[in-house]
């Protein structure tokens, strides 16, 4: 059960549609059964630990994780679908992982993109966890890929405090959704090494307020690079890919994952 917001841990979570057993669920594949012990272990303490194995095994693979965040349709999946085609075309080996509470459509558009992408659907669980994140990526031919991208449940809360084995946080806000976002939910933006803004192509519409926007992020996401991008025209696109393969390309011994 997630501490923040109750949300069920009852056991329909999936991937690729395969349900995983629900006495399974919450430890690592190689630790089969239960220990009495584990049983009252705090749950971000064992999230903590299955994520640093995850984290572990991404760098023996020597594939860079990136785990994406933002409140539900801000972006995630449009950017995701166009990133993977221009990293694609830059050589660059790209896979994903995507959670949602039901339905494989992000899956099914990611795929679209020409990319291995493996499906989380965690039932009533509002965020991913590392040992979600360690079953999906046993289904990836992880030898084959330079970076993994990791679509996270759309919601601007519980997410943050679960580590998935990431290298790098992306966390998304929408031009569309309201300058005081990070103000609202500082947690999940004090978090982000990477704001991406998205939908820059609305922010006329929308009444955006972009010099707001950019004084809140810099009082909450204090380190974070600030990109502004927008999928459907492409604007920034170029810079957002650029910052990616430079962060991969610097490897695993920066400090990537501040915000434990
Ligand atoms: N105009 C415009 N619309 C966009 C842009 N990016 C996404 N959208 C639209 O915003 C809606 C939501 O986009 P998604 O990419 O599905 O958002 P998401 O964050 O993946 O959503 P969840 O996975 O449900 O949390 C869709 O209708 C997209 O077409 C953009 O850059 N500009
Ligand atoms: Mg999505």
New binding site residues.
């Given amino acids: 059960m997630c501490k923040e917001c109750g949300c069920d841990h009852g056991g329909d979570v999936r991937i690729d549609g395969c349900p995983v057993e629900p006495r399974e669920h919450g430890h690592s594949h190689e630790e089969g059964h239960t220990h009495a012990e584990d049983v009252h272990m705090p749950i971000l303490d064992e999230n903590a630990r299955v994520a640093e194995r995850n984290r572990g095994y991404f760098e023996a693979k020597n594939v860079w994780v990136l785990n994406v965040l933002?409140?539900?349709?801000?972006?995630?999946?449009?950017?995701?679908a166009e990133t993977a085609r221009r990293l694609k075309a830059q050589g660059a080996e790209v896979g994903m992982i995507?959670g949602?509470l039901a339905t494989d459509n992000?899956a099914v558009?990611l795929r679209e993109a020409g990319i291995p992408v493996v499906q989380i659907t965690t039932g009533t669980m509002c965020h991913l966890d590392a040992s979600m994140v360690a079953r999906a990526a046993r289904q990836m031919d992880l030898d084959s890929l330079d970076i993994l991208i990791i679509?996270n449940?759309?919601n601007l809360v519980c997410p943050a405090d679960f580590d998935l084995g990431e290298h790098a946080r992306a966390v998304?806000l929408?031009t569309t959704e309201g300058e005081d976002k990070p103000l609202k939910y500082p947690p999940m933006f004090h978090m982000a090494d990477i704001v991406v803004i998205?939908?820059?192509?609305?922010a006329g519409p929308a009444g955006f307020d972009r010099t707001a926007a950019l004084a809140n992020l810099n009082r909450i996401a204090h380190h974070a690079d600030i990109l502004e991008?927008?999928?459907?025209?492409g604007d920034g696109m170029d810079t957002w890919c650029d910052v990616l393969r430079h962060l991969r390309t610097r490897g695993y011994a920066g400090d990537g994952h501040h915000h434990h």
């Fill in positions: 933002s409140s539900p349709g801000s972006g995630k999946t449009t950017l995701l995507v949602d992000d558009r679509e449940v759309g998304l929408s998205t939908k820059t192509d609305l991008v927008s999928a459907r025209t």
